[in-house]
């Protein structure tokens, strides 16, 4: 157990549809990470959050959309769904500051989302 | 922009030793990192070089040279649990992490 939990764990809807992804760091991890893994693919960085700020941005639609909250749980907001958003969603944790950096992010078991 | 490359497939036989290389391209280097999957899984944080050299944790040791934009995962003593999917990172200037696409290792009896 990484200590990053993430619901739902499981989502089907229809194209079209919105759906929210929710994350909880691990206690005193500061930074969150959002990940999105299709079928026997990589892991394709979307977005980072620091302390509620945005810090880093990657390969993220504009049909998508994060927020990290006062109490540091974040969210990611997926709009407008099409099939090829079907993926595995991670997220991730760490402290994330200079000094000590390990390279270790703890990730969350995902939440898998179907598109039909 | 970042660009890693690993081999797609690796097959090893139960109790020897396997490399997985990691050749990568980025603008501004800070660390690779390595992470194993399993299907289904979430990934796990394996090892972590920011300099030249080997890092040795258990059966599994991790090998950088920054010079040739170059490292590899070594797994000795390979067991079946090994068999899962292996990602090299590069770390950004944030701190996140950006994947190779990975290489799945099939560990044979």
Redesign the interface.
């Known amino acids: 157990d990484?200590g990053v939990t993430q619901t739902p764990k499981h989502l089907i809807t229809a194209t079209g549809q919105r759906v929210t992804l929710r994350c909880s760091p691990r206690s005193g991890d500061l930074?969150v990470?959002w990940?999105q893994q299709s079928l026997d693919?990589?892991?394709?960085?979307l977005i980072?959050y620091?302390n509620g700020e945005e810090?880093?941005k990657?390969n993220i639609l504009e049909r998508f959309s994060a927020q990290q909250f006062p109490d540091l749980h974040s969210e990611l907001n997926l709009s407008s769904l099409e099939l090829g958003d079907s993926a595995l969603y991670?997220c991730?944790s760490?402290v994330?500051t200079?000094t000590g950096?390990?390279?270790?992010?703890?990730?969350?078991?995902?939440s898998r989302l179907t598109v039909l | 922009g970042q660009s890693l490359e690993q081999p797609s497939e690796v097959t090893a036989v139960e109790g020897a030793i396997v490399q997985i290389n990691c050749t990568y391209q980025t603008s501004g280097f800070y660390g690779l990192s390595w992470y194993q999957q399993h299907d289904g899984g979430a990934p796990t944080f394996l090892s972590y070089n920011a300099l030249d050299g080997l890092e040795e944790t258990g059966r599994f040791s991790s090998f950088l040279s920054r010079s040739d934009s170059y490292g590899y995962l070594l797994l000795q003593e390979l067991q079946m649990k090994d068999s899962a999917s292996y990602f090299c990172a590069v770390r950004g200037g944030a701190n996140n992490l950006f994947f190779g696409t990975g290489t799945r290792l099939t560990v044979i009896p």
């Open positions: 990484s930074s990470y990940y693919q990589g892991l394709q960085f980072q620091y810090r880093a990657g991670f991730a760490s994330a200079g950096y390990t390279g270790e992010l703890f990730f969350g078991e995902g």
